[in-house]
């Protein structure tokens, strides 16, 4: 089992920023993928940001430019730096990583643009 915290949500203005960690820790050999997903009120879970074990990280159009992802694989983390905050970047924040033929998801942590 692979469990995964996260931390880093929270309230601020429209342009500001935050910094998104995820922390894996159990049975971990390999993780592969790592990347965050959002879920805002009413809408369908979106892929936000995804990063693979060795190669380009790839995002969604809305975000480019913005926001980017990055993993320390010493650490078992990856994060998700956001910067020019929009109201609509509001939703829950997910966290996924890809071990084995597994994926694991974190808790979620809510972020809100809003002045």
């Known amino acids: 089992q692979v469990q995964l915290v996260e931390s880093g949500g929270g309230l601020v203005q429209p342009g500001g920023s935050l910094r998104l960690s995820c922390a894996a820790s159990g049975s971990i050999f390999t993780l592969n993928a790592m990347g965050w997903y959002r879920q805002a009120p009413g809408k369908e879970r979106e892929l936000v940001a995804r990063i693979p074990s060795g190669g380009s990280a790839n995002y969604a159009d809305s975000v480019k430019g913005r926001f980017t992802i990055s993993r320390d694989n010493a650490k078992n983390t990856v994060y998700l730096q956001m910067n020019s905050l929009e109201s609509e970047d509001s939703a829950v924040y997910y966290c996924?990583?890809?071990?084995?033929?597994?994926?694991?998801w974190g808790q979620g942590t809510q972020v809100t643009v809003s002045s």
């Open positions: 996924f990583v890809v071990a084995g033929f597994r994926t694991y």
